[in-house]
């Protein structure tokens, strides 16, 4: 029993035993099982932490490998067509290009254009007051159909020869056309637009109907606007990638040429350039002048490096243009008498020899014209006529004999320079003549009726503010002759201190009265045939008191018939060529067209001239051709849907930048900060682009025609589709609203599509009308067709 009894305890001893030895084991399997838990977690996340630093690697790598210049390792080209711009880009093609070459007529400013294009051919100077970019580039091509230039421009309907390649002459315009319908596309996506909106914006310019008219003949707008949005596009994109990546440089280098290319088309571009700046000052202001990651060092190098690659570019270019243009225009020409007689003696023909085969220093015995130096071209003159014993409102004159400022070439604009001291005019030695300096006094007799140019106290005919100038007639009463004059060479620092023919620039400035000679540009009345007068004034240096030798010979007689007869058989024109600098020539050039004076006479007299405030509703269009067989003709008119719904979405937008701003003063937010800045966006690029290219035409004093609108309305119309996918953002929570929203879409596209094609007709001109389907297009009074009289 006792054995029995220890039997069990052993045994429920070994039981314990046993399970504390399990339980023991499992405890240790169980640490186990965490330790290797615990390695494999560990091991896990080493692993996820090695891929994650070898994408890193990686990643950090491909962005070395993509800023490394290395175009052999890295070179790769990537290339999106959007079907869109495509299918936009070939309708503007196939409306542009149709006919190109109808009608075989001189349409409008083809006129002048044309022209132009013409004397490039034949390498003969003309002067524009527009810069010479888009005569080049139809010039350029123009020369590749092997176009000769004799076709003369003379008159509007004037029909082209069979060898005028026409379809050439209107290939550029016609491109230019073209390109602005998918780069428009472009610049509304870059403004952040939706595909849609930017499909409706080049849609709605496809269907403009001026634009179409302008870019199918020999004009400059559609080169202008294209280059303009090109610029503006590789702008925002600059903007975009500022500080982000090294492409952004190479945008703001394709900006500046775009831009500048646009300026010399037509100065124009200028404020596409102010748009611009506008654009990059602003963002730097707003978005990386407070960036506290940058270094003032780093923003400062980033802004004199940007700032130099624009002016040095932008430079460069415009003044390749302009010497491209003085190289090839090396032959004088109809328009060289508005350069002064140094640019006219460097081309080849009609004044160019001037300076060849004449003496170079002026002298006593000197027989000169005088040239007026700066703005309108005109000789000092002098006649037998003397000026009325009482002018018109009754003040009384000196009654000496006229001088004038004559623009034509006449044997009465000879002068001879004489010493006061001496009495005789023939010059004894001219080998070593007595050559008149800077400060010396002298006397001007004219050389046909031998009296000396004088000057006293009494007022100009035109201008009594200033005083007359006569040649001296002794009268026998108390007026003495004062006919002593001082010579001051202003450009003495490059010619010197003697008075040189051609070259020197003179202010002769009268001893009694400190006045200076000065052309007035003022014309006498019928007393005076119509002349411009020519006065002394108090101010001395101004551009209408410098004059230039242009002929000069020395005396050889003294007998004063013997004088007339050699003055009279002067040559007048000279055949050949002498030097000039280009940059002399191109400096000249630039002051010619910046302060060259359009002629205000006829400001506002063309019949079809308008108003900047007749335009944002198209008041009044322009006739440019009408048939000569029917009444179909060509007439300056827009699609007036898009012209008034441009119009009224301008005002909207402004009604609603002002409610929104009034609102947030509320602490009220209509839109959240990403719609807010969309909107404000579009109004930074195209209203202020919208203002910059229209407002300044109110202060412009010169003939003004609906064609100057067209780069105002192109930002009109872009913002018309933008505003309209902001109402689109409105109502697009809303069903009804949306359905009637998209619905009115609908019927408004339908009428843009309706009106571009009934005024087709007016864009193309190869439709014949009668005057009964005339008259049904003319929507408004103030529309003026041309009509052949039954």
């Known amino acids: 029993m006792e054995k029995q009894t220890d039997d069990r305890s052993v045994k429920s001893k070994n039981k314990k035993q046993t399970r504390k030895k399990n339980k023991a084991d499992?405890?240790?399997?169980?640490?186990?099982?965490?330790?290797?838990?615990?390695c494999d977690v560990k091991n896990h996340k080493t692993n996820e932490q090695k891929v994650i630093n070898e994408q890193k690697l990686n990643n950090e790598q491909k962005l070395i490998d993509d800023q490394k210049p290395d175009i052999f390792n890295n070179f790769k080209i990537s290339i999106e067509i959007n079907i869109l711009a495509v299918i936009l880009f070939l309708s503007a093609l196939s409306s542009r290009f149709f006919k190109l070459d109808q009608p075989r007529n001189v349409v409008f400013d083809e006129l002048h254009h044309g022209k132009y294009v013409s004397l490039y051919m034949k390498r003969t100077f003309f002067f524009d007051t527009h810069p010479p970019l888009g005569k080049q580039l139809i010039a350029a091509v123009a020369y590749l159909y092997n176009y000769n230039g004799q076709f003369k421009f003379e008159r509007i309907g004037s029909e082209f020869s069979d060898d005028v390649p026409l379809f050439g002459l209107r290939f550029v315009p016609a491109l230019c056309g073209s390109l602005i319908i998918p780069v428009?596309?472009?610049?509304?996506?870059?403004?952040?637009?939706?595909?849609?909106?930017?499909?409706?914006?080049?849609?709605?310019?496809?269907?403009?109907?001026?634009?179409?008219?302008?870019?199918?003949?020999?004009?400059?707008?559609?080169?202008?606007?294209?280059?303009?949005?090109?610029?503006?596009?590789?702008?925002?994109?600059?903007?975009?990638?500022?500080?982000?990546?090294?492409?952004?440089?190479?945008?703001?280098?394709?900006?500046?040429?775009?831009?500048?290319?646009?300026?010399?088309?037509?100065?124009?571009?200028?404020?596409?350039?102010?748009?611009?700046?506008?654009i990059i000052c602003r963002d730097f202001w707003v978005n990386h002048l407070g960036d506290k990651r940058l270094s003032d060092f780093t923003i400062f190098l980033c802004v004199i490096l940007r700032c130099i690659i624009t002016f040095l570019i932008s430079i460069a270019i415009y003044f390749s243009v302009f010497f491209i243009h003085l190289?090839?225009?090396?032959?004088?020409?109809?328009?060289?008498?508005?350069?002064t007689s140094a640019f006219?003696?460097?081309?080849?023909?009609?004044?160019?020899?001037?300076?060849?085969?004449?003496p170079l220093h002026v002298s006593h015995g000197s027989q000169i014209t005088l040239r007026h130096t700066h703005g309108r071209t005109c000789w000092l003159h002098s006649h037998t006529h003397v000026y009325p014993i009482k002018y018109a409102d009754k003040r009384g004159s000196s009654h000496q004999q006229q001088v004038t400022c004559y623009t034509f070439k006449d044997v009465?604009?000879?002068?001879?320079?004489?010493?006061?001291?001496?009495?005789?005019?023939?010059?004894?030695?001219?080998?070593?003549?007595?050559?008149?300096?800077?400060?010396?006094i002298i006397q001007l007799v004219h050389g046909m009726t031998s009296r000396a140019l004088n000057s006293h106290d009494v007022a100009a005919p035109v201008s009594p503010q200033n005083q007359e100038?006569?040649?001296?007639i002794d009268y026998n009463v108390s007026m003495p002759a004062q006919n002593l004059w001082k010579v001051e060479i202003i450009n003495r620092d490059q010619f010197g201190d003697v008075w040189q023919a051609i070259n020197s620039q003179v202010i002769l400035t009268h001893l009694n009265s400190t006045q200076a000679l000065k052309f007035s540009g003022r014309q006498l009345p019928d007393w005076g045939f119509n002349q411009h007068e020519v006065v002394t004034d108090k101010i001395i240096f101004q551009d209408d008191t410098v004059w230039n030798v242009e002929e000069h010979r020395y005396t050889k007689s003294e007998n004063e018939k013997e004088r007339e007869r050699e003055l009279v058989a002067a040559e007048m024109i000279p055949s050949k060529?002498?030097?000039?600098?280009?940059?002399?020539?191109?400096?000249?050039?630039?002051?010619?067209?910046?302060?060259?004076?359009?002629?205000?006479?006829?400001?506002?007299?063309?019949?079809?001239?308008?108003?900047?405030?007749?335009?944002?509703?198209?008041?009044?269009?322009?006739?440019?051709?009408?048939?000569?067989?029917?009444?179909?003709?060509?007439?300056?008119?827009?699609?007036?849907?898009?012209?008034?719904?441009?119009?009224?979405?301008?005002?909207?937008?402004?009604?609603?930048?002002?409610?929104?701003?009034?609102?947030?003063?509320?602490?009220?937010?209509?839109?959240?900060?990403?719609?807010?800045?969309?909107?404000?966006?579009?109004?930074?690029?195209?209203?202020?682009?919208?203002?910059?290219?229209?407002?300044?035409?109110?202060?412009?004093?010169?003939?003004?025609?609906?064609?100057?609108?067209?780069?105002?309305?192109?930002?009109?119309?872009l913002l018309c589709a933008?505003?309209?996918?902001?109402?689109?953002?409105?109502?697009?929570?809303?069903?009804?609203?949306?359905?009637?929203?998209?619905?009115?879409?609908?019927?408004?596209?339908?009428?843009?599509?309706?009106?571009?094609?009934k005024f087709i007709v007016f864009s193309y001109g190869t439709t014949p009308l009668t005057s009964k389907e005339v008259f049904k297009l003319r929507w408004k009074d103030t529309w003026d067709f041309i009509i052949h009289k039954p």
Not at 622 to 639: C, F, M, P, R
């Open 26 to 38: 499992s405890t240790e399997n169980q640490d186990l099982n965490v330790k290797h838990l615990e």
């Open 184 to 278: 428009a596309y472009q610049l509304m996506l870059e403004l952040g637009c939706r595909h849609w909106c930017a499909a409706l914006a080049a849609f709605l310019l496809l269907c403009e109907n001026t634009l179409l008219t302008q870019s199918r003949f020999i004009l400059m707008e559609s080169i202008l606007i294209f280059f303009t949005l090109c610029g503006l596009l590789f702008v925002l994109k600059y903007k975009r990638l500022n500080m982000k990546s090294p492409w952004a440089l190479t945008y703001l280098i394709i900006a500046s040429v775009c831009l500048t290319m646009a300026t010399c088309v037509k100065y124009v571009g200028l404020l596409s350039w102010l748009l611009s700046l506008w």
């Open 327 to 339: 190289i090839i225009l090396n032959k004088a020409g109809p328009h060289d008498s508005v350069m």
């Open 344 to 358: 006219q003696a460097s081309l080849e023909g009609g004044l160019a020899s001037i300076t060849k085969g004449q």
């Open 412 to 440: 009465n604009n000879w002068w001879i320079v004489k010493r006061p001291e001496r009495n005789t005019l023939a010059v004894e030695n001219t080998k070593d003549p007595d050559g008149i300096k800077h400060g010396d």
């Open 469 to 472: 100038v006569s040649c001296y």
């Open 577 to 717: 060529g002498t030097k000039l600098g280009l940059w002399e020539r191109f400096w000249e050039l630039q002051y010619k067209i910046i302060f060259s004076s359009p002629n205000t006479q006829n400001v506002h007299s063309h019949m079809y001239s308008s108003e900047p405030l007749d335009w944002p509703l198209m008041v009044r269009g322009v006739a440019y051709w009408l048939s000569e067989h029917d009444n179909g003709q060509i007439h300056l008119l827009g699609n007036i849907i898009v012209w008034y719904s441009s119009t009224l979405c301008l005002l909207l937008y402004l009604s609603f930048f002002a409610f929104y701003l009034l609102r947030q003063r509320r602490q009220i937010y209509d839109l959240s900060l990403d719609e807010w800045e969309q909107f404000k966006t579009i109004g930074e690029v195209l209203l202020v682009g919208y203002g910059l290219h229209y407002i300044p035409y109110f202060f412009i004093d010169r003939t003004l025609f609906l064609h100057h609108y067209l780069p105002a309305l192109v930002f009109k119309i």
């Open 722 to 757: 933008a505003f309209l996918q902001h109402l689109a953002n409105i109502v697009k929570t809303k069903l009804i609203p949306r359905f009637i929203f998209h619905l009115s879409l609908c019927i408004w596209i339908l009428s843009v599509m309706y009106v571009f094609k």
